[in-house]
Nanobody
Framework: QVQLVESGGGLVQPGGSLRLSCAASGSSFSVYTMGWYRQAPGNGRELVARITIDGSTNTSDSVKGRFTISRDNAKNTVYLQMNNLKPEDTAVYYC?????????WGKGTLVTVSS
């Protein structure tokens, strides 16, 4: 079992930055592929970025060049650095941990990009 707690969301103006954090507990963090997903009102949940156990990353085209995912295995934490935020980035952002058939989710943190 893995428990995930996101933090760092909030209200930011267009062009601003935020860093989301996801703290994991309950199991060996380093063996999980970690990801950030988001869900905007009326939309399905979509992958934002993912980082594997060896540090390889993939990022959705909609945020490429603006968002960066990273992990600190010593702190059991995964981060999402979000720069040059746009109104269309407004969503609830969820942290995900995946290993084989095991799939865990946090409760999400709201990011609102508005002037």
């Amino acid at each position: 079992q893995v428990q995930l707690v996101e933090s760092g969301g909030g209200l930011v103006q267009p062009g601003g930055s935020l860093r989301l954090s996801c703290a994991a507990s309950g199991s060996s963090f380093s063996v999980y592929t970690m990801g950030w997903y988001r869900q905007a009102p009326g939309n399905g949940r979509e992958l934002v970025a993912r980082i594997t156990i060896d540090g390889s990353t993939n990022t959705s085209d909609s945020v490429k060049g603006r968002f960066t995912i990273s992990r600190d295995n010593a702190k059991n934490t995964v981060y999402l650095q979000m720069n040059n935020l746009k109104p269309e980035d407004t969503a609830v952002y969820y942290c995900n941990a995946r290993l084989l058939l095991s799939n865990y989710w946090g409760k999400g943190t709201l990011v609102t990009v508005s002037s």
